[in-house]
């Protein structure tokens, strides 16, 4: 059973940062981490949950929407099952929980319009971001 824990979460101050971690295990027979997109999602108290950021299965294609765009930076290490979301000059309205979704993909292009969520198989549990000084 696929499997993804969120690390990394905590309180920092405005225009400060944070490395979120997502660790994948429990593949499939024949499958592997290289085979899944990795999305990003948050949801702030009140909102309904958002999809900001996503990554290819080989890492050379990511997306992101504009409010995180130039301060956010996905990236993946493929021998450690790993994906990594640099979060830079953060703001309050960053605060929320954060998830990280696995989604079978080949494809060497993606964007956050391909995938509905409810595509995705698996979900992490989630970390709490709070910016607030």
């Known amino acids: 059973q696929l499997q993804l824990v969120e690390s990394g979460g905590g309180l920092v101050q405005p225009g400060g940062s944070l490395r979120l971690s997502c660790a994948v295990s429990?593949?499939?027979?024949?499958?592997?981490?290289?085979?899944?997109?990795i999305g990003w999602f948050r949801q702030a108290p009140g909102k309904e949950r958002e999809g900001f950021s996503v990554?290819?299965?080989?890492?050379?294609?990511?997306d992101y929407v504009d409010s995180v765009k130039g301060r956010f930076t996905l990236s993946r290490d493929n021998a450690k099952d790993t994906v990594y979301l640099q979060m830079n000059s953060l703001k309050p309205e960053d605060t929320a929980v954060y998830y990280c979704?696995?989604?079978?993909?080949?494809?060497?292009?993606?964007?956050?319009?391909?995938?509905?969520?409810?595509?995705?198989?698996?979900w992490g549990q989630g970390t709490q971001v709070t910016v607030s000084s």
């Open positions: 429990g593949f499939s027979a024949g499958f592997k981490f290289d085979y899944y997109a």
């Open positions: 990554i290819s299965s080989s890492g050379s294609s990511t």
């Open positions: 979704a696995a989604v079978t993909s080949v494809l060497t292009k993606v964007t956050l319009a391909q995938y509905d969520p409810s595509e995705y198989e698996a």
